[in-house]
């Protein structure tokens, strides 16, 4: 790992503004750039520096092990593994997670970092954090992240900073201006997102898709009439009583895929769908559910998957119930990749699959939004599909954060 602080940093660490807001690319190095300010300049004795991820866990598995690294030159210092801490001549150092707010409320802060704000909650900094650091008129903030969109107080801080408040100043920068990472990586990573995603990962630019879970979808471009059928034939379902849910589609070998059908069946079940599917097409192996579905069952003692897999369909399913930014990042980059290849198309007969594409919008959190009992159906079935096979490959781990 190198220590060594770059021009850029050096940029950031000389500005005299109280709170400093930087908008950088994946990977751009903000993780080490907020260690680094964390803990430059004059500290003195009963100071309070603290460094906040989304999570504790997140906290003790990239920003700590970093912390350590970069105290090791110092003698003074000593190091609380138990809970993440630091001491170095009188200061304290430490790490904390924001998932439970009111474990954070104390005394005072005289400097605090807030890595990946886009995803906190406001009142972490409204409500807890900000007064903690009132107590010191020369207590200092710094907020770094990669943008979410607008819908969230990162960007609000971020224009906050490019305007004349004398306490405010942001910057913004792409993963390539940060120096660790070559060109030829992101290019690669150019070639397997969807557009709207690359910019905001590795570009730092704040997309806006009017909330659209598909936000690709455009439907000049992607409704095609199916002509032929010479695709792996497969199926997704999404499991409701009151909807049962069904997409068909094609996988072609160059890796396209096109939805020809669906199944809408209303005040249903599990076996019922089973029982139209395997007479519609005979030839049908695959299907994509919901994993939950290997679980529980809409209406038997048997689970859904259970109850496909007897009419002879093999299930393919995450463990574990992917989460809808990763199912609608995978969608996304189907219908249209960051260098413009559409590699999604829908059947104009299609009509629930197209309004859930059309209609369906994300919550504050950045998922689906499930207020609208009758929408959301088809998306999922659609979307089970894409991300078993198509998994976004660039994901927001932490482990590739500095």
Known sequence: M?????????????????FKVVVGGRRFGKTMLGLMWLISGNLLEGQRLWYIMNTYRQGKMVAFPILKRILQSIPSATINESNLSCMVSGVEIAIKGSEDSSKLRGSHLNRVVLDEYAYMKPNVWEEVIYPMTTTDPDSEAMFIGTPDGFGNGFYDLFLKGQGNDPDWKSWQYTTLDGGWVEEEEINRAKRTMDERTFKQEFEA???????????????????????????????????????????????FTDGTVHYFDEICLKNSNTEEMARVLRQKYPDLIHIYPDPAGKNRSTTSNFSDHQILREFNFRIKARKKHPSHKDRLASLNRKLKDAEGNIKMT?????????????????????????????????????????EYKFPVTISRAYSVQW
Do not use: W
């Open 2 to 18: 190198d220590l060594k602080i770059t021009p850029l940093m050096k940029e950031i660490f000389n500005d005299q503004h109280k």
């Open 205 to 251: 630019s704040f997309e806006s898709a009017q909330n659209r879970c598909a936000y690709n979808f455009d439907m000049k471009e992607h409704l095609k009439p199916t002509n032929g059928h010479t695709g792996q034939l497969f199926a997704g379902i999404d499991f409701n009583v009151s909807k049962m849910a069904c997409v068909i589609g094609y996988e």
């Open 346 to 386: 829908v059947d104009p007969k299609c009509n629930e699959l197209i309004k859930d594409l059309d209609q369906c919008v994300r919550d504050r959190s950045g998922g689906i939004d499930k207020k609208d009992d009758a929408r959301t159906h088809f998306l999922d079935a659609c979307s089970y599909f894409l």
